[in-house]
């Protein structure tokens, strides 16, 4: 099976539906599972794509830890707004340099095509910034920010693009956010909130593809 038809397979044949500019998916958990539950029942896909609003995405197990109130305090106070997100892992924090990308489609398999789905977007992810010069890895780097068997980095060293997904029944959110540019207060936020929730982590592992490119000009 080749990557178009792996892709097919995974994500779906159903008609797209691209939001415009400025207009974007949910973070919100209990607003996303709604929405799953409208496209499982519409069949047609919605598909964001846009830079974010600073935002700290925490999922639902980071709620659980002792130090989450401390953690949401600490992204606050350093201007990002948290939120409880629709898929899994731990904390991810993303701001205006990161482009964040949301597809809620129907899926007769939606459970069933889950890894799938995480293969064939870090595999064509990897793919294309190779074709930069980048050294893109598809897995995760020991010390990253949620780390996840899907995540796309570089030289095995930094994390890029991070992956996670939300099923209901008959449908799936595929979401994944792409670390264009990284400035220090993300960096400082990650490493703060994570040592507020007893998470590992190494602030060295949060990479960017600006970084990665050098200087266009």
Request: with cysteine; net charge negative; aromatic share 6%.
């Given at each position: 099976?080749?990557?178009?038809?792996?892709?097919?397979?995974?994500?779906?044949?159903?008609?797209?539906?691209?939001?415009?500019?400025?207009?974007?998916?949910?973070?919100?958990?209990?607003?996303?599972?709604?929405?799953?539950?409208?496209?499982?029942?519409?069949?047609?896909?919605?598909?964001?794509?846009?830079?974010?609003?600073?935002?700290?995405?925490?999922?639902?197990?980071?709620?659980?830890?002792?130090?989450?109130?401390?953690?949401?305090?600490?992204?606050?106070?350093?201007?990002?707004?948290?939120?409880?997100?629709?898929?899994?892992?731990?904390?991810a924090?993303?701001?205006e340099?990161?482009?964040?990308?949301?597809?809620?489609?129907?899926?007769?398999?939606?459970?069933?095509?889950?890894?799938?789905?995480?293969?064939?977007?870090?595999?064509?992810?990897?793919?294309?910034?190779?074709?930069?010069?980048?050294?893109?890895?598809?897995?995760a780097?020991?010390?990253?920010?949620?780390?996840?068997?899907?995540s796309?980095?570089?030289?095995?060293?930094?994390?890029?693009?991070?992956?996670?997904?939300?099923?209901?029944?008959?449908?799936?959110?595929?979401?994944?956010?792409?670390?264009?540019?990284?400035?220090?207060p993300?960096?400082?936020?990650?490493?703060?909130?994570?040592?507020?929730?007893?998470?590992?982590?190494?602030?060295?592992?949060?990479?960017?593809?600006?970084?990665?490119l050098?200087?266009?000009?």
């Open positions: 099976m080749n990557l178009a038809q792996a892709a097919s397979a995974a994500f779906g044949s159903v008609p797209i539906r691209v939001l415009p500019p400025g207009h974007r998916l949910p973070d919100d958990a209990d607003e996303a599972r709604a929405l799953l539950l409208e496209v499982a029942a519409s069949g047609e896909a919605i598909l964001s794509l846009a830079p974010a609003l600073p935002t700290a995405a925490f999922s639902r197990r980071d709620t659980l830890l002792p130090g989450y109130a401390a953690a949401a305090q600490a992204v606050t106070a350093h201007g990002f707004a948290p939120v409880v997100r629709p898929v899994g892992g731990h904390l924090i993303y701001d340099g990161s482009l964040v990308l949301h597809l809620a489609a129907p899926h007769p398999q939606a459970k069933e095509q889950i890894t799938a789905r995480f293969e064939v977007f870090a595999r064509s992810m990897a793919d294309a910034l190779s074709q930069w010069g980048i050294d893109a890895r598809v897995g780097v020991p010390g990253e920010y949620c780390d996840g068997a899907y796309v980095n570089a030289a095995g060293r930094r994390k890029l693009i991070g992956t996670g997904q939300r099923i209901v029944r008959g449908a799936y959110l595929f979401s994944a956010v792409v670390m264009v540019t990284a400035g220090e993300l960096r400082s936020a990650l490493a703060e909130a994570y040592d507020r929730l007893g998470l590992a982590f190494d602030p060295a592992t949060v990479g960017a593809v600006a970084d990665e050098g200087d266009l000009r």
